[in-house]
Each structure stands twice: as C-alpha cells, then as structure tokens.
C-alpha cells in the first residue's frame, strides 16, 4: 500500500536503520509485531477499551480478547450476532456492532467472559459506528442514523440524515459529525441529535472509506488516492491541506501525531505534525489483509482478517524490531495485484464456484480457480463467498 521508494526520506531512515541495526526487517520499517490473538473467521474491526480488545468478526460477531499483557493476548469470551460483524465501538461497559442488513447491536460487556447482547436497532444496512454521550451514530446505506442509547435495551433512531451515497464511517467531535460516503466527506451538525443536518462537504473521486478526526483536522482515507488532510476549522467549508498517496488505505486511526493506515497487508505510519505535508515514517506488513485498526496505550490494534488481531507497536526509525512472536504458513487466500484477482488452485468441479460481492451484497462477478480479471471494478472493498464452505473473505481492489 505505501511504497517506501516514493520518498527519498524513507529511503534514508530505511538505509540507517540496517546500518545501526544489521537485521531490519524487509517488510516493516520502525514498527515490530508484539502479539497476536486469532479469531475462527474474518476480523474486520477492532475498538480497545481498559485491558480489552472488542474484535469485530466477520463470520462469528463479538470477539473479547484480553490485552493486560499485549505480548500474550488470549479470547475470553465471544458472542454472535445475527449477519456479518463488521464495525465496532466501544464505551463504558457496552460494545457497539455494525453488522450490516441486522443493524447496530448493544452487547454488555460488563462481564468481558460472558458478552451478552440487550438491544438491537435494525437499519437499512448498518456500516461504520461511532459512541458519542447517550447517541450512537451509524453510517448506513442511506445517510447517518443518529441512534439514543440512553437505555441501552432499547435503543431508537433519534435523527436521520441523508447521503448522495453509501455512508462508510462516521467520526464525531463535539456538536459535528464527519461522514465519508461514495462521493467525499460530509460535515453534519449534531447540536440537535434528533435533526442532523449537512452543513458542509468535499467531494473526493477515489471511494473514501474512513475517517478520523482530531482538533481542526479530518484525516480521510481515500481508497484510490490515499490519505487526505481535510480543515475543517470552517465546517461549511471543508478544505483538503495535505495528501500523501497511500492507495489502498481503508481505515485511519490517530495517536501521538502519527495517523494509523490500514488497508491491503499493511500497517502504515504516516506523521501528521504538519498536516499540510503528511509522510510516511513506518510500515508493517501485516501478511493478512488489515482492515480495522485501534490505538491506545502505544499500541496499535489491527483487525488483520483471517489472521485475527494482531497487536504492533511503532519504535521510530533506527530501533532494532524483534521477529514475529510466532511463524505461520501463508494461507491460500484471494489476493489482488495489480487489478488481477488471484484464486487458490484447492478449488475442483464438484464445488461450486465462489462469487465476488460488492459491499451491499450484491453479486458482481463469478470467479474460478487461478487469475481473475477485476481491473474494471470501482476501487474499494468486496468479499469472495464460497457457496458450498459459506467462507467469507475481504478482499480490496485498488486502482
């Protein structure tokens, strides 16, 4: 995703950092994997609160893994949820699941061995989920749904506004949310929860997938174009300052004046001291295909598909990085190089072939063993099912 030979400062930090060290990795820069948990299908998000890590997964919800010692973290407790656990987030003794056609679910996790779910607010195709005081706000197929959660057994829509296009992820600050959709970036007041309206908006051509924010910065991931550095110190007048071309990023999370890139099989570490001018410092191959992330406590929480969670930590350029804290096969996963879709060779003709779905579910292509052509597919992310296993699988198409 971030290709180190694009900046000649990288390169530099890249070269010293073999020559004080004479073992770096070749496929990570000032970044080290601590610890790893896996889950039994497809980890698609991770939020962390306190000494827990709340893994959205694909195939089997909920997933409650221990991070007292982030070098050894272990599952202590999981529940499903009725279709696929895509988003999540985290706040006081509840966790938030966006699980696409089912809606948002309210799981207590007050007893982190034994998540139970007490609410549920069906949508028409819930997608990123964000906690704000007594609201949750979920982007969805439609717009932004503002959801009460002051009584978590029960929780309501409160507010609704609509999007040109699909809402992917929604971040709040104070009295505004900050939507990405199909098209760009959408600023919404939320003075009046039950009324959200638009107040502002940046068109982006790319599919944006992410967002984040922090102070007067948004901080987008634009899927074919990479990470944008939106003002929004004017909400009604959104205006991108900075860019760094990460293509492929799906999902960025801030920390320490660094923003956190997901997206293909890499972690990448962008510094955003100065907005305007964003760039890489570190990389992390993360071998799977990363799609959530979460940082906290100098740590960085990535939702690494079917490797499960995997825990990193970011060191700077020039400090040595331990090996992986365990070796594992490369599985025979669908990968995408370069608009080609590749197929493991397991599959024979007695199995029905798999499907290529976009992201509302909708059948786009039918695939066979070997080499796939998808060049001509919007950039973003789909999800190979296999009929006959009923395995889902992510995979990212990028221009």
């Known amino acids: 995703m971030i290709e180190v030979s694009r900046h000649s400062r990288n390169l530099l930090m890249f070269a010293l950092s073999l020559l004080l060290v004479g ?5 990570s820069l000032g970044v080290r994997l601590v610890g790893h948990c896996d889950t039994p299908g497809s980890a698609s998000d991770v939020a962390v609160a306190g000494s827990y890590a709340y893994v959205a997964d694909w195939n089997s919800g909920l997933r409650v893994i221990t991070v007292a010692d982030p070098a050894h973290p272990a599952e ?35 007893n982190p061995a034994s998540p139970t779910e007490v609410g549920h607010c069906q949508t028409h195709g819930a997608f990123g989920v964000a906690v704000s005081g007594s609201y949750a ?33 929604v971040a709040v600050q104070g009295n ?6 199909t098209f760009g970036l959408r600023v919404m007041s ?10 502002g908006q940046l068109f982006m051509p790319d599919y944006p997938y992410g967002v984040a924010v922090s102070g007067d910065y948004a901080y987008v991931a634009d899927n074919g174009a990479g990470l944008r550095v939106v003002s929004v110190v004017d909400p009604a007048h959104p205006t991108e300052v900075g860019h760094l071309n990460t293509p492929g990023v799906i999902k960025i999370v801030l920390d320490g004046g660094n923003a956190y890139c997901t997206g293909g099989p890499t972690l990448g570490v962008v510094s955003v001291a100065d907005p305007a001018h964003p760039s890489q410092v570190g990389y992390y191959n993360t071998q799977g295909q990363a ?33 992986n804290a365990e070796v594992r096969a490369v599985l025979s ?3 995408v190089v370069r608009g080609v879709l590749m197929m493991g060779q397991q599959l024979t003709a007695n199995v029905l072939r798999p499907e290529l779905l976009d992201a509302s579910g909708r059948n786009v292509a039918v695939l066979h063993a070997g080499a796939n052509d998808v060049s001509r597919l919007a ?17 990212v198409v990028t221009r």
């Open 190 to 199: 939320i003075s009046d929860p039950a009324h959200p309206v638009e107040v």
């Open 76 to 110: 202590v407790g999981s529940v499903d949820t009725p279709s696929q656990a895509g988003w999540v987030a985290a706040s006081g003794s509840y966790a938030y699941v966006a699980a696409l056609s089912s809606g948002l679910h309210v799981i207590s996790v007050s």
């Open 23 to 27: 073992m770096a990795r070749a496929d």
């Open 176 to 181: 505004y949310a900050y939507v990405v959709d």
């Open 291 to 323: 799609f959530g992330a979460a940082a906290s406590g100098g740590y960085i929480y990535v939702a690494d598909d079917t490797r499960g969670l995997q825990i990193c930590q970011y060191y700077g350029g020039g400090v040595e990085e331990t090996p």
């Open 379 to 395: 950039p973003g992310v789909y999800f190979v099912r296999e009929a006959q296993a009923q395995a889902v699988r992510k995979v």
């Open 137 to 169: 706000y979920v982007g969805d197929s439609s717009g932004l749904r503002v959801i009460s959660i002051s009584d978590p057994a029960h929780p309501a829509e409160a507010g609704y506004c609509a999007t040109t296009g699909s809402a992917e992820d």
């Open 333 to 335: 996963e669908p990968t």
